[in-house]
T-cell receptor, first 116, second 108 residues
Framework: GAVVSQHPSRVICKSGTSVKIECRSLDFQATTMFWYRQFPKQSLMLMATSNEGSKATYEQGVEKDKFLINHASLTLSTLTVTSAHPEDSSFYIC????????????FGQGTRLTVV | GIQVEQSPPDLILQEGANSTLRCNFSDSVNNLQWFHQNPWGQLINLFYIPSGTKQNGRLSATTVATERYSLLYISSSQTTDSGVYFCVGETNAGKSTFGDGTTLTVKP
């Protein structure tokens, strides 16, 4: 089946630094990828839609300058958490579909970010 | 956007018991998936089930799209079944909306 790989799986960074998370579709091309965030003991919430070759679309309440998304190729989207603060600590996960109009979504393994 | 409601929010079972988890969605969804989130946070894909019934070992799922609900059945539960189960509805253009999850605890 289709595979979405996310890296790193776990990262600890200092306040004020930036962290980049990669999401790759290994065996299919994804013109659209999605980024989700999960707070402890809560569900996953959509943060933004990453569009290959164009700007990302952010959900209401998500700071686009804080969470920079780049979808430079059909197999790679990156999420950069800029000037990270402890409140940015969370579990981040990406997804992609082979065909966004009617097939299942494949999720990356997730990245647990801890900002100290 | 659509709302995805899961019930029950928490479930405690004795090993060997059966259970049914339910997912209701407020509007039509293109696709429905069930996931088990393991202790490390990874989402394990259980079923991709926009409609109909599927079975995989001790697990089975049924989606009645016309009535906007899906059920996940766990039979002969084991302690390794513990974790959070999410129902995920996918709308047009691939966006996924997660339910709040059911936290399952299976006691030995």
């Amino acid at each position: 089946g289709a595979v979405v790989s996310q890296h790193p799986s776990r990262v600890i960074c200092k306040s004020g630094t930036s962290v980049k998370i990669e999401c790759r579709s290994l065996d299919f091309q994804a013109t659209t990828m999605f980024w989700y965030r999960q707070f402890p003991k809560q569900s996953l919430m959509l943060m933004a839609t990453s569009n290959e070759g164009s700007k990302a679309t952010y959900e209401q309440g998500v700071e686009k300058d804080k969470f920079l998304i780049n979808h430079a190729s059909l197999t790679l989207s990156t999420l950069t958490v800029t000037s990270a603060h402890p409140e940015d600590s969370s579990f981040y996960i990406c997804s992609a579909s082979i065909d966004p109009w009617g097939t299942e979504a494949f999720f990356g393994q997730g990245t647990r970010l801890t900002v100290v | 956007g659509i709302q995805v409601e899961q019930s029950p929010p928490d479930l405690i079972l004795q090993e060997g018991a059966n259970s049914t988890l339910r997912c209701n969605f407020s509007d039509s969804v293109n696709n429905l998936q069930w996931f088990h989130q393991n202790p490390w946070g990874q989402l394990i894909n259980l079923f991709y089930i926009p409609s109909g019934t599927k079975q995989n070992g001790r697990l089975s799922a049924t989606t009645v799209a016309t009535e906007r609900y899906s059920l996940l059945y766990i039979s002969s539960s084991q302690t390794t079944d513990s974790g959070v189960y999410f129902c995920v509805g996918e709308t047009n253009a691939g966006k996924s909306t997660f339910g709040d999850g059911t936290t399952l605890t299976v006691k030995p």
